[in-house]
């Protein structure tokens, strides 16, 4: 099988062909699309936007089309950054511009009330506009400084308690198996493997 994934993300695109690599499914990017276009991401939640870009990538390529939004939750920031988490700082954002931006923010809150969650929606659709969506969400805290250097995005902030390190200072596997992207996948997997996997 073969499933197009609608990312520019480096980042997730790896994550994702690791999680599949041994499912037999063959995962190829935006790349095999000649001037692929950037999906305006107008919803107003991750769900909406996953949708959109499916739906969009998947009637211009006629192939079976996964995207995902993903972000940063902070409920002592009302929900920030939210959908906005990859232009947090700006549309042109870098993830340390977005990450000093969020260390800015956090000066005031106290310490207690820095619980946050990562979330990320996929979508899976196809060329005739059936769509399926699947959440995962993982939970922990937010740190004062950054710390590790892999993954991307809020990594270096996000501290999981059970393993007293952030994203970026574990290894892809552990990550991939915890993380908001790596649940949302696993719902994902056993329905890509049934079949006709938008059969609602």
């Known amino acids: 099988m073969e499933l197009l994934v609608a990312t520019k993300n480096k980042g997730k695109l790896l994550e994702i062909r690791s999680l599949f690599a041994t499912q037999g499914i063959e995962i190829v990017g935006l790349e095999i699309l000649e001037d692929a ?39 002592g920031l009302d929900g920030a950054p939210g959908i906005f988490s990859a232009r947090y700082a700006g549309d042109d954002a870098t993830d340390r511009q977005n990450n000093l931006k969020l260390l ?48 991307f995005g809020y990594d270096p902030l996000f501290l999981v308690p059970e393993y007293g390190k952030t994203l970026a200072e574990l290894p892809l596997g552990v990550k991939n198996r915890i993380s908001h992207r790596g649940i949302a996948l696993n719902q994902l997997l056993p329905v890509l493997q049934s079949g006709d996997p938008l059969l609602v």
């Open 104 to 151: 800015k923010e956090l000066t005031s809150l106290p310490q207690d009330s820095r619980q946050a969650y990562f979330c990320c929606v996929m979508a899976l659709a196809d060329q005739h506009g059936r769509c399926r969506t699947f959440e995962g969400r993982l939970h922990g805290l937010l740190l004062d400084e950054l710390r590790g250097d892999q993954g």
């Open 37 to 75: 276009p950037d999906v305006v991401e107008d919803g107003d939640s991750f769900a909406a936007n996953a949708r959109k870009k499916a739906l969009e990538i998947a009637s211009l390529s006629n192939c079976l089309t996964l995207a995902d939004d993903s972000g940063l939750v902070v409920p």
